[in-house]
């Protein structure tokens, strides 16, 4: 004899289910977090990486201060490719530079 499934579930078997369901979607949704959080610290850690790795290059850099511009016009192509314009005063100072307030 073949036995169907009964067409209503009892309340303990219904409050069973829906406990399991609960519990599946909680480890789920920690899951995710995990994820999401793992991928922001790796985030976060890359932008730190890169920041660090720009100062280290600033720091590294052998400046030059050309006050006479008349040099810019005789170097050759070449060397224009590899001259970069940056702001020396804060550097020659050693402070930083800040910015005076308005006055009226």
């Given at each position: 004899?073949i036995?169907?499934?009964a067409?209503r579930?009892?309340?303990?078997?219904?409050?069973?289910?829906r406990?399991?369901?609960?519990?599946?979607?909680?480890l789920?949704?920690?899951?995710?977090?995990?994820?999401q959080?793992?991928?922001?610290?790796k985030?976060?850690?890359?932008?730190?990486n890169?920041?660090?790795?720009?100062?280290?290059?600033?720091?590294?850099?052998?400046v030059?201060v050309?006050r006479?511009?008349l040099?810019?016009k005789?170097?050759?192509?070449k060397?224009?490719?590899?001259?970069?314009?940056?702001d020396?005063l804060?550097?020659?100072?050693?402070?930083?530079?800040?910015?005076k307030?308005?006055?009226?």
């Open positions: 004899m036995q169907d499934k067409l579930s009892s309340w303990a078997r219904k409050m069973k289910e406990q399991e369901k609960k519990l599946v979607q909680d789920a949704r920690q899951l995710q977090e995990g994820k959080r793992e991928r922001e610290e985030k976060r850690r890359r932008e730190e890169m920041k660090r790795r720009l100062e280290n290059e600033r720091k590294a850099e052998i030059q050309i006479n511009p040099k810019l005789r170097a050759k192509k060397h224009l490719r590899r001259v970069e314009k940056r020396t804060a550097l020659l100072q050693k402070t930083p530079v800040r910015s307030p308005a006055t009226e």
